[in-house]
């Protein structure tokens, strides 16, 4: 499977459950020198092309707004070869009064029990330095009202744990442990 078929395949997925909407949210592949990241606006059901960053975190035009922390989580764990970012509605809603969400389900406590809230401004230095800490010792984390960021050893598992992290904040948010909810 080319890159581009794989990252098509599962931003389709990101797209059909409601996980990323429009052209919201990027991917990226880790690759010798550096990795491949979703272009800048595209949308990631239909991703025809993708950017390269180097290792040095020289992005090509194109690349992400994103792309610093995917460099950062990369620097930071070795281990991770993909990573995933969306827009997923409970997820970005229940980060905005908490600093940790605390899973409920029976697969959030054995996937993902703790789900660490990031700062940070979109695009931006400081959100790719809290997002790395928060992925330190997590496969999920979330940026306080912008969306999750999730990893693994490829994007399937990287998407699996974005569905898992959402699953999760929506129990969170439907058993009345909100104050949003209604």
Same mark, same amino acid.
């Given at each position: 499977? +080319?890159?581009?078929?794989?990252? %098509?395949?599962?931003?389709? #997925?990101?797209?059909?459950?409601?996980? $990323?909407?429009?052209?919201?949210? !990027?991917?990226?592949?880790?690759?010798?020198?550096?990795?491949?990241?979703?272009? @800048?606006?595209?949308?990631?059901?239909? *991703?025809?092309?993708? +950017?390269?960053?180097? =290792?040095?975190?020289?992005?090509?035009?194109?690349?992400?707004?994103?792309?610093?922390?995917?460099?950062?989580?990369? #620097?930071?764990?070795?281990?991770?070869?993909?990573?995933?970012?969306?827009?997923?509605?409970?997820?970005?809603?229940?980060?905005?009064?908490? =600093?940790?969400?605390?899973?409920? =389900?029976?697969?959030?406590?054995?996937? *993902?029990?703790?789900?660490? $809230?990031?700062?940070?401004?979109?695009?931006?230095? %400081?959100?790719?330095? !809290? $997002?790395?800490?928060?992925? @330190?010792?997590? !496969?999920?984390? $979330?940026?306080?009202?912008?969306?999750?960021?999730?990893?693994?050893? !490829?994007? +399937? =598992?990287?998407?699996?744990?974005?569905?898992?992290?959402?699953?999760? @904040?929506?129990?969170?948010?439907?058993?009345?442990?909100?104050?949003?909810?209604?």
């Amino acid at each position: 499977m +080319k890159i581009t078929e794989e990252f %098509e395949y599962i931003g389709k #997925r990101l797209f059909n459950e409601g996980l $990323v909407g429009g052209n919201f949210g !990027n991917m990226s592949v880790r690759t010798d020198g550096g990795f491949y990241i979703t272009k @800048s606006g595209s949308y990631l059901d239909e *991703c025809e092309e993708v +950017k390269f960053v180097s =290792d040095d975190g020289v992005p090509e035009a194109g690349a992400s707004s994103e792309w610093r922390v995917h460099y950062a989580v990369y #620097r930071q764990r070795p281990d991770v070869l993909a990573i995933v970012h969306a827009h997923p509605a409970y997820a970005v809603a229940v980060s905005f009064d908490r =600093d940790c969400i605390v899973t409920k =389900d029976s697969e959030g406590k054995m996937l *993902c029990p703790k789900i660490p $809230v990031a700062t940070g401004e979109p695009g931006t230095e %400081e959100l790719a330095r !809290n $997002v790395a800490a928060a992925l @330190s010792n997590s !496969n999920a984390a $979330v940026a306080r009202g912008h969306g999750t960021f999730t990893v693994g050893k !490829n994007l +399937k =598992d990287a998407y699996l744990m974005t569905s898992i992290a959402e699953h999760a @904040s929506k129990i969170v948010y439907l058993t009345g442990d909100h104050p949003l909810h209604p």
